[in-house]
């Protein structure tokens, strides 16, 4: 007998636990730099997860149109490079602080997306948040690390573009399972070198695969189940929380402290977030109502 799928609420907490599982993989991952650097730390993050759906998506690579192939090699190479600004980000900011600027780039795709002046008041309250992260001034975090965060954010953008096409070019999981094994190829020479022996330790590769599934495939199974039971622009919603979860997990798990002021700028960047997805939400729904 097949269990139902969850109510509204399970799906709900379905969401949430999977945003608390991909900032627990990121605090991990963090607690591993020392050994494997941030860009060994991505290699191996790909190139588990592509392993992995490899097995389960088991994808057919023959009989693809030159467009489709396109499409997965660009949607590849985004993946790698969002990994890739992420987790070089957050080697020089705290984790709550380096997903509230990644969050930027989904929330001023929604913006243009709804095309109207109200959604820019969202981006103005998001620039706010900001700005406030500061706390006591931009002398207080690393610009090199902003600026990597700011290029997560443009990736993260260009992934949900990239997804959108690949997920028409391509069933279920094929197309990422495609992507990811060339993201995991890309990012395999600069792994290497970043990590060098520590990838010969078993436990540094227990662990990589660790954080290969807790980033990557229980959230990613969870939100599918989710997916089921919310609309579209729910899922979005709560997917805005995820500054508020990665401040929680960096606060727990790695003893980041922020001050008041940065914790309103990153609750002023999740209700511009929230706000901005509803606009875009409304936006689609009334391009969507027939003329006459």
Do not use: H, K
Request: aromatic share 6%.
């Amino acid at each position: 007998m097949t269990p139902a799928p969850p109510g509204r609420s399970g799906a709900v907490a379905l969401v949430i636990g999977g945003l608390v599982c991909q900032e627990v993989g990121a605090s991990l991952a963090v607690l591993l730099f020392p050994a494997t650097g941030p860009l060994g730390m991505v290699m191996l993050r790909l190139v588990f997860s592509a392993l992995l759906l490899w097995v389960i998506a088991r994808p057919t690579v023959r009989g693809r149109s030159a467009g489709a192939w396109r499409a997965v090699v660009v949607f590849g190479l985004v993946l790698a490079l969002m990994n890739g600004f992420f987790y070089l980000a957050l080697e020089r900011l705290p984790l709550g602080v380096t997903v509230t600027i990644e969050v930027l780039g989904p929330l001023t795709l929604s913006v243009i997306v709804a095309r109207r002046l109200s959604a820019w008041l969202w981006a103005v309250l998001a620039f706010a948040g900001v700005v406030l992260l500061a706390g006591g001034g931009w002398d207080d975090l690393d610009l090199v690390g902003v600026l990597f965060a700011l290029a997560a954010a443009a990736c993260w953008a260009a992934y949900i573009l990239s997804s959108a096409r690949v997920g028409r070019e391509f069933s279920q999981l094929d197309g990422l399972a495609i992507a990811m094994a060339i993201g995991a190829a890309v990012a395999l020479p600069l792994g290497i070198a970043d990590a060098g022996a520590a990838l010969l330790n078993p436990v540094t590769l227990g662990l990589g695969a660790a954080v290969a599934v807790l980033s990557s495939a229980i959230p990613y199974a969870l939100e599918l189940t989710a997916l089921r039971r919310l609309p579209a622009s729910g899922f979005a919603v709560l997917m805005s929380l995820a500054p508020a979860t990665a401040t929680l997990a960096g606060w727990i798990l790695l003893g980041q402290f922020l001050t008041l002021v940065e914790l309103t700028g990153i609750a002023l960047v999740i209700v511009a977030s929230i706000g901005a997805v509803r606009a875009s939400g409304r936006a689609a729904g009334a391009a969507a109502q027939p003329v006459g």
